[in-house]
């Protein structure tokens, strides 16, 4: 069990690892606002607005929801700890495999790390706001497109849950 523990945050920490560079290139490029447009994630940020709590996304995206450390402890806690390693270990294959999908299609992806407030500017500009605190589970995915509300998709299925909601 340690070692699915182990290998289930190792792949956590590489994920936010990656997304901490992204965080802070997408705050190099808001300095320049001339800054170029391509289908990176670097760039999927660059009409999202990071403030320090707050990411408000204005544009086609993905938002990774990972619980924090405390957040793992009190559902481990709350599961128990068979139960929440099963878990932890099929979400994280999940996330991975979604991911991976995602960047086929090269839909710029966002993370909430550090975040309390995700704000999506959905239909007729009107904002939609979630608060981290009350995201449920080891891991959510959201598909975002201008003129439509936020989605939560299903993990399991990413392929079929993309192409439907941003077709």
Known sequence: MKGICNGLMVSLILLGSCSSKTEKESQKRHSNPMG????????AVKKAS?????????EK?????????LTMERLKVKMGEE???????????????SIQHLKKLKIPMLNLEGKK??????IDKKPVIMRIDTITGLGNIYLFE??????????TS?????????Q
């Open 158 to 166: 990413m392929d079929t849950e993309a192409k439907a909601y941003y």
């Open 146 to 155: 201008p003129g439509k509300q936020p989605y939560k998709a299903d993990i």
């Open 83 to 97: 139960d929440f390693y099963t878990v932890a270990d099929d979400n994280a294959f999940y996330i991975s495999t």
């Open 117 to 122: 407030i995700i704000q999506f500017t959905a």
């Open 36 to 43: 170029s447009k391509s289908h990176s994630n670097t760039s």
């Open 61 to 69: 995206s993905v938002v990774i929801y990972q619980p924090d450390s």
């Open 50 to 58: 990071l403030n320090n709590d707050t990411l408000i996304v204005n």
